[in-house]
Structures are given as structure tokens and as C-alpha cells.
């Protein structure tokens, strides 16, 4: 089922599908619990409401959640190095119904640039960050657990032009949906180098255990969220693959740039002090030169999300010759 919304000449469209079991599932989904889905036909469904600043659009089913819609703000409350963030609020069904929400929409350069390529690069990130947080926990058991906030991805088709202008969301665009967090968001680290003040044991030391942990084949970092009395709650993480073509994990995978800056400021505590640090001592100088020259415009002072675009503007790199660089290092590095 394809259901349009129609508000003031706002025409959203979220494509779901209804499966035979009478169940509602975003396409991504049909694989893992649907299989033998036999999808219906579209149908039409048109509404109005008089709220200018907010607007309805569906959402399918999740974790045996009946269909539910969600407003949000035509105002982002933040925004991000590849997205603008609405705070959004659940309607529909009793459990969800009153709980806010964060819809999350790329930017146009995103959209441009990757297409559907870049929520397909942070499912990847959020599936791999994920994986790695309950090792951790199962491995520390600290007080306060990593836990990753992992959204959903929701199809939306934007066919009038006040789309843009409004909602800053170009045609065919998805959104990244998430519950929202309460209390103070803080930045742990990030894909540059930043390390919070504090040097918070935990953070640090997962970073440092996801490298280890991966066979050296990825670095999670970028860790940002809501440090509450039970938990870690963190939300848009960067993953620096060692093996991957560079950028596999989208624009903020840094690759052996971020895995290298990474280590340059991170201080290990009693939860990493065993584990292994990468050695850069035998780069050929070509490659450390282009290393070398990329690092020199990731300020580590900076708490903000750095992404490969910004960096070869900056550096006056070309992508292709970070990558080799990258290629070659992981090479000798790993």
C-alpha cells in the first residue's frame, strides 16, 4: 500500500507495503521478516490539516508496532554535517502515541552525491556499531552500557517544489527516524580526533576495542548522545573502515585518516590499556606525506563531524589520491 498525504500543496509520499500476514513493513525490511510478501496494489488516501508548521506522514510497522504516523516541525531544531534534524512526535498506536521522536533528512549534496547510497551507508554504520557496543557490554560490564540508537529509514517522494523551500528535502529523499533523547547531547569523540574533556572511560575505550575487536578492519567513533545514569545513548556514529574501499561507510569514513587521528589523541584507561595500537612508523613518504597534509586540516579541536568532501577541498586533495593513499597504508598499517 503507497499512501499520500496532501497538506497546503505539500504532496508526502512514504512508500510502505502490505504484506499477506496483514503486516506492514518498510521494503527494506521484506528480506529479513517477510519473504514471501505479495505486495498489493497502491491506493490513494488524501488528507488535510490546517497546521502550518507541522505535518503528518506514515510510517510502517516496527518490532510488531501497527501502522503509525508521525508529526513534525517544518523548523529543524539541529542540524548535522549531512542532515537537518525536526523534532517529531508519535500518533497512532497507544505504545507510541505522545513519545517524541527526531526525523533526520539529508541534505541535497547527499542526495545529489549518493542518492540512496547514503542511508544505505549509515544502516551499514548503525548495523556494524551496534554489533560491536554488545560485544563490549558482554565483555565490560560497566554501569553504564554502550547502546546505539538505531533509526528507521523511511522512503519519501517530494512532488511539489514548496518541498524545498519549506522542508529542505529534495525529491526522492529518505529520512532517518529515531527516538529522540532526553537530557544533555554530548560529543565523546569524533572522526577527526576530538576527545571529550573528560576523557570518559568508556567512549574512548569502545573505540579503541571496536578496532581491535573487527581484526583491525574498522574504527567506530563520532560518538555523540545522552549520557544518562544507566547508559551511553548515542546516535549517529562514524565507522573508519581498514579493508573496505575508502568511503564505504559513507562521507564521515575517514578511513586510515580517522583511524590515525583517532589514535594520535586517544589516552587508553583500565578498559584498553591491553589492547593493540596501529604503528605508522613505515609509510613511504608519498603516503605519509598525503596523510600528513590531510591531517593537517582535521582540527581535533573541533567536536564537529569532519567528511571526505571537506577534506580534499581543504587539503586541495583530490579524493583519488586520498584514496590511494588510504590503499596503501592499510597495506602496510594493518
Not at 87 to 108: E, F, I, N, S
Amino acid at each position: 500500500m503507497c499512501l499520500f498525504y496532501d497538506y497546503h500543496k505539500l504532496n508526502i509520499i512514504i512508500i510502505i507495503f502490505k504484506c499477506y500476514r496483514n503486516r506492514f513493513c518498510h521494503p527494506q525490511r521484506v528480506h529479513a521478516k517477510h519473504k514471501d510478501c505479495k505486495h498489493l496494489k497502491n491506493q490513494r488516501v488524501r488528507s488535510k490539516m490546517g497546521a502550518e508548521e507541522s505535518f503528518l506522514i506514515p510510517q510502517g510497522s516496527v518490532d510488531d508496532y501497527p501502522l503509525a504516523t508521525i508529526t513534525f516541525k517544518t523548523k529543524p531544531f539541529a542540524e548535522g554535517n549531512s542532515r537537518r534534524a525536526y523534532m517529531g512526535t508519535y500518533d497512532g498506536d497507544d505504545r507510541l502515541k505522545g513519545k517524541q521522536c527526531v526525523v533526520k533528512v539529508y541534505k541535497d549534496h547527499y542526495n545529489e552525491e549518493l542518492k540512496q547510497h547514503a542511508w544505505k551507508a549509515d544502516d551499514r554504520a548503525y548495523t556494524k556499531a551496534t554489533e560491536m557496543a554488545e560485544l563490549f557490554n558482554a565483555r565490560h560490564q560497566t554501569n553504564r552500557p554502550i547502546v546505539f540508537c538505531k533509526p528507521e529509514f523511511a522512503r519519501v517522494k517530494a512532488n511539489d517544489a514548496t518541498i524545498k523551500s519549506i522542508l529542505k528535502m529534495p525529491p526522492s529523499a529518505k529520512v532517518a527516524i529515531e527516538r529522540y533523547l532526553e537530557g544533555k547531547f554530548e560529543k565523546f569523540n569524533s572522526n577527526r580526533g576530538f576527545v571529550h574533556a573528560k576523557q570518559m572511560a568508556s567512549p574512548g575505550a569502545f573505540s579503541h576495542f571496536s578496532y581491535i575487536e573487527s581484526n583491525k578492519e574498522f574504527l567506530i567513533c563520532d560518538l555523540q548522545g545522552v549520557r544518562t545514569n544507566s547508559a551511553y545513548m548515542l546516535t549517529d556514529p562514524a565507522v573508519c573502515s581498514c579493508v573496505q574501499p575508502f568511503g564505504a561507510y559513507g562521507p564521515t569514513d575517514l578511513g586510515i585518516f580517522g583511524v590515525q587521528k583517532f589514535f594520535k589523541k586517544h589516552v587508553c584507561n583500565d578498559l584498553c590499556s591491553g589492547l593493540d595500537k596501529p604503528k605508522f612508523e613505515k609509510l613511504t613518504p608519498d603516503v605519509q606525506k598525503t596523510i600528513d597534509d590531510v591531517n593537517a586540516v582535521m582540527q581535533s579541536d573541533n567536536a564537529e563531524t569532519d567528511n571526505t568532501y571537506r577534506l580534499s577541498s581543504e587539503a586541495r586533495i583530490p579524493i583519488e589520491v586520498m584514496e590511494k593513499a588510504h590503499n596503501e597504508a592499510i597495506q602496510i598499517v594493518i
